[in-house]
């Protein structure tokens, strides 16, 4: 896990000092402890499953597994928000334009 | 009148509908249906993340009990007003609802400018100057990069890099323009009206969620850096603003810090570095020259009714609001969404460990002094005038609820001498200062009322010894040397012994600069018999008005060089105040308590000089009762961090703006 440190701390943000980095494996009986400090933060899988986790350990350990924080076609919804941002100003600035021209008409 | 209502409703549905719409699943077909939430419930909303809108999930749960609301911030732009996650801590549903920074400025931004669109014209007619909106956008994303470190935390898609495919940041920079273009279009011809609706910036905070700008230090600087020429370059003032950056450019050359600004998120910088530091001092630069601008082009429409009017209105609604947000977690969340609180309101009607109750507002103290202006002005108004509304007594009595629940016994104090104060001055505010007897009585009502306040309250000592070295004792005990306990230092400050704490090995290490200075002063053969030391003096004040805890940590952590003492670290920049010198732990964001103190750690103590200067060389030229409300502040502004909340800083400004004037009304 170490070798993914850095990956792990792009995503789940910086390691906690008091927080030791311990590899959690398909143990059934282990139960993530929340911390309200960290939040919430939604990781997905290659197959766009989602899952929440709640404390950087939790977090660590998923994104060591291969999760990640990027939703597939993200940069689609971005991309189509500057679209619209950039449709909004130019529909706004021919708006104007029109008006000022009936207005002398 | 057909057409005012007409468009009167128009822009009420827009707002309906900005709020409405993100949250609703009006953009996406949700194939989830929202289900009423119990604690076991947790896992279905846990699998289906990203499917529920919050109205949906609000007409299923408006009152279920145990849910609270939070915002997740690093929401995608997909699951925008979305249930983005749910956890179970402590008993209680914790429910995370998806924003995102690329909409949210956009969103607030209209809403805030569709409010504005409600106030009357000006003469000032709209100019849509493309390259205006264009350039200041582009600075105002420039603070992204200033400030990565902030927004890293801010938004999962943060990117810093200057490409074509960085869409994040060209987001950014286009939100940003659209509501610059409405700023020049919807605001800035109504900035007429901008000296007697400014109370509503207490109502509409007006803090970007995610953003550390605040939308009114946007319009003010945009405004500042429209108006900017020539003349307001070369004025005084701005010539003193230059003199001092070369001074906070060099106090600022270390090491890069990060500091958290919590509640004060919106007005003050987080970072430390050079991009910043030049970032912060150009924009406070636009936004001095924006506020002279608007105050100068208000003023004539200025009128005393109608400021008192909004401050008894927006004091209340920020009562009501409080108090509803504090009773339903969704109106709690809506609160921090639509009006753009800094930090999200109370969930309680309880007071913190019996101390204050902030509803609704970041700050008990700054809201109090609001509402505690809003008294003074209702008081002004039914002697000078003698009109008397029932509509303005409850309104009173609301915001004398609100002033009750913060708890600030500083404004009540204050409230009640001010007040005496002015009915022994009805006869015209220049009599008050005419004569030395009347300065004399001033300052000695003021003693005998911090007299009796110390009388009446059984929490502040009798012990003149304690009393005058408590501060000194507290500051060290905040000191690393109490990292843990030290039973040697301890022990000497049990027996008063500060020779002995000096000559310990690495003291001028441990202990911070302004500690040193105090012990030195303290223990000084310099001091006068029988009469107190300025140590002492602090340490005594600091007792009487519940500050020894505050400035105790401001003192273990204040040591700057004399270049940094002298001229400060620069406007809102607090990181080396904060991070420069080591202390025990902190409980959390400890401000120094003082707007004074926050002065000299942005201005230095040339700063305090100049602004004194600035306020004593005014003191004659004022005009009116707003000299009342102006003493009002500043005794307030002496135990309160209010200068660095927008919406208090903007008053204090207005207040002595106002008080300079002929307002013929006002002494009718």
């Known amino acids: 896990?170490?070798?993914?440190?850095?990956?792990?701390?792009?995503?789940?943000?910086?390691?906690?000092?008091?927080?030791?980095?311990?590899?959690?494996?398909?143990?059934?009986?282990?139960?993530?402890?929340?911390?309200?400090?960290?939040?919430?933060?939604?990781?997905?899988?290659?197959?766009?499953?989602?899952?929440?986790?709640?404390?950087?350990?939790?977090?660590?350990?998923?994104?060591?597994?291969?999760?990640?924080?990027?939703?597939?076609?993200?940069?689609?919804?971005?991309?189509?928000?500057?679209?619209?941002?950039?449709?909004?100003?130019?529909?706004?600035?021919?708006?104007?334009?029109?008006?000022?021209?009936s207005s002398k008409l | 009148m057909?057409?005012?209502?007409?468009?009167?409703?128009?822009?009420?549905?827009?707002?309906?509908?900005?709020?409405?719409?993100?949250?609703?699943?009006?953009?996406?077909?949700?194939?989830?249906?929202?289900?009423?939430?119990?604690?076991?419930?947790?896992?279905?909303?846990?699998?289906?993340?990203?499917?529920?809108?919050?109205?949906?999930?609000?007409?299923?749960?408006?009152?279920?009990?145990?849910?609270?609301?939070?915002?997740?911030?690093?929401?995608?732009?997909?699951?925008?007003?979305?249930?983005?996650?749910?956890?179970?801590?402590?008993?209680?549903?914790f429910v995370y609802i998806g924003t995102n920074i690329n909409i949210n400025i956009v969103l607030q931004g209209i809403i805030w400018i569709t409010l504005i669109s409600f106030l009357s014209k000006g003469v000032t007619k709209p100019k849509l100057?493309?390259?205006?909106?264009?350039?200041?956008?582009?600075?105002?994303?420039?603070?992204?990069?200033?400030?990565?470190?902030?927004?890293?935390n801010q938004s999962k898609n943060f990117n810093n890099e200057l490409t074509s495919d960085n869409y994040f940041l060209i987001n950014i920079f286009f939100a940003y323009f659209i509501i610059l273009i409405l700023v020049d279009y919807i605001v800035i011809p109504r900035v007429n009206n901008f000296l007697n609706f400014f109370p509503y910036?207490?109502?509409?905070?007006?803090?970007?969620?995610?953003?550390?700008?605040?939308?009114?230090?946007?319009?003010?600087?945009?405004?500042?850096?429209?108006?900017?020429?020539?003349?307001?370059?070369?004025?005084?003032?701005?010539?003193?603003?230059?003199?001092?950056?070369?001074?906070?450019?060099?106090?600022?050359?270390?090491?890069?810090?990060?500091?958290d600004n919590d509640k004060l998120r919106g007005f003050v910088s987080t970072s430390n570095n050079t991009l910043s530091v030049i970032f912060w001092i150009i924009l406070i630069y636009l936004f001095f020259v924006g506020i002279n601008y608007l105050l100068e082009n208000s003023i004539n429409e200025f009128q005393f009714y109608k400021l008192k009017n909004n401050f008894l209105i927006s004091g209340a609604t920020i009562v009501l609001f409080g108090i509803l947000g504090a009773q339903n977690t969704f109106i709690n969340y809506l609160n921090y969404f639509i009006f753009g609180q800094n930090k999200i309101g109370m969930r309680t009607f309880e007071s913190v460990e019996g101390n204050t109750w902030?509803?609704?507002?970041?700050?008990?103290?700054?809201?109090?002094?609001?509402?505690?202006?809003?008294?003074?002005?209702?008081?002004?108004?039914?002697?000078?005038y003698k009109k008397f509304k029932l509509k303005d007594t409850f309104l009173l009595l609301v915001n004398l609820f609100g002033i009750y629940k913060a708890n600030d016994v500083a404004v009540m104090?204050?409230?009640?001498?001010?007040?005496?104060?002015?009915?022994?001055?009805?006869?015209?505010?220049?009599?008050l200062l005419k004569t030395k007897y009347n300065i004399l009585f001033l300052v000695s009502l003021v003693i005998s009322a911090g007299f009796l306040y110390t009388n009446a309250n059984p929490g502040v000592s009798r012990d003149y010894s304690f009393l005058s070295e408590n501060l000194l004792i507290e500051s060290i005990k905040k000191s690393v040397y109490f990292e843990p306990a030290n039973k040697e230092v301890e022990n000497y400050l049990y027996k008063s012994n500060f020779i002995d704490i000096k000559k310990l090995d690495s003291s001028d290490r441990k202990l911070s600069k302004s500690t040193y200075l105090l012990i030195d002063n303290y223990i000084s053969d310099n001091n006068i018999k029988f009469l107190p030391s300025p140590t002492s003096i602090i340490s005594i004040t600091s007792s009487v008005i519940n500050r020894t805890e505050k400035w105790a940590y401001f003192i273990a952590k204040y040591s700057p060089n004399i270049g940094e003492f002298f001229f400060g670290y620069g406007p809102m920049q607090f990181n080396n105040y904060y991070f420069s010198h080591e202390t025990s732990k902190l409980p959390g964001l400890i401000l120094p308590h003082s707007s004074i103190l926050d002065i000299l750690i942005f201005t230095g103590l040339f700063?305090?000089?100049?602004?004194?200067?600035?306020?004593?060389?005014?003191?004659?030229?004022?005009?009116?009762?707003?000299?009342?409300?102006?003493?009002?502040?500043?005794?307030?502004?002496?135990?309160?961090?209010?200068?660095?909340?927008?919406s208090s800083f903007i008053m204090i400004v207005n207040i002595f703006f106002l008080s300079k004037k002929e307002l013929v009304s006002i002494e009718k």
């Open chain 1, 1 to 101: 896990m170490e070798e993914n440190l850095l990956i792990i701390e792009e995503i789940c943000g910086l390691k906690p000092t008091e927080t030791e980095l311990i590899i959690i494996k398909n143990d059934p009986n282990f139960v993530f402890t929340p911390n309200p400090n960290f939040g919430v933060k939604v990781l997905y899988d290659a197959d766009e499953n989602i899952i929440n986790v709640t404390s950087w350990l939790e977090c660590a350990n998923y994104v060591n597994g291969g999760w990640s924080d990027i939703i597939p076609g993200t940069i689609i919804w971005e991309k189509n928000l500057m679209i619209i941002y950039i449709v909004t100003i130019s529909a706004f600035l021919l708006f104007r334009k029109f008006k000022k021209t």
């Open chain 2, 413 to 431: 104090v204050s409230l009640i001498i001010i007040t005496f104060l002015y009915f022994v001055s009805k006869k015209g505010i220049t009599n």
């Open chain 2, 201 to 259: 910036l207490f109502l509409i905070i007006g803090t970007f969620s995610a953003a550390n700008i605040n939308f009114y230090l946007l319009i003010f600087s945009y405004t500042g850096f429209i108006t900017v020429n020539k003349k307001a370059l070369l004025n005084k003032y701005s010539l003193l603003y230059f003199l001092f950056v070369p001074f906070w450019f060099y106090n600022n050359i270390g090491e890069e810090t990060y500091f």
């Open chain 2, 358 to 384: 902030r509803g609704f507002s970041a700050s008990a103290e700054a809201v109090a002094e609001f509402q505690g202006v809003a008294v003074l002005l209702t008081i002004f108004y039914i002697f000078n």
């Open chain 2, 2 to 93: 057909k057409n005012l209502n007409l468009a009167m409703f128009f822009k009420l549905i827009t707002i309906f509908l900005i709020v409405i719409i993100p949250f609703s699943s009006f953009f996406f077909d949700s194939k989830t249906e929202a289900i009423q939430m119990g604690l076991q419930d947790v896992g279905f909303y846990k699998s289906n993340t990203c499917e529920v809108s919050l109205i949906d999930f609000l007409s299923e749960n408006f009152y279920t009990t145990n849910i609270v609301i939070k915002n997740d911030i690093f929401s995608s732009i997909e699951c925008f007003g979305k249930v983005n996650g749910v956890d179970i801590i402590g008993g209680e549903a």
């Open chain 2, 129 to 152: 100057l493309f390259f205006r909106p264009l350039i200041f956008s582009a600075f105002i994303t420039f603070q992204y990069l200033a400030e990565q470190r902030f927004y890293i």
């Open chain 2, 607 to 646: 700063g305090i000089f100049i602004l004194n200067y600035f306020v004593f060389k005014n003191i004659k030229s004022f005009k009116n009762n707003f000299l009342l409300i102006t003493i009002f502040l500043i005794i307030n502004l002496m135990k309160s961090d209010s200068i660095l909340y927008l």
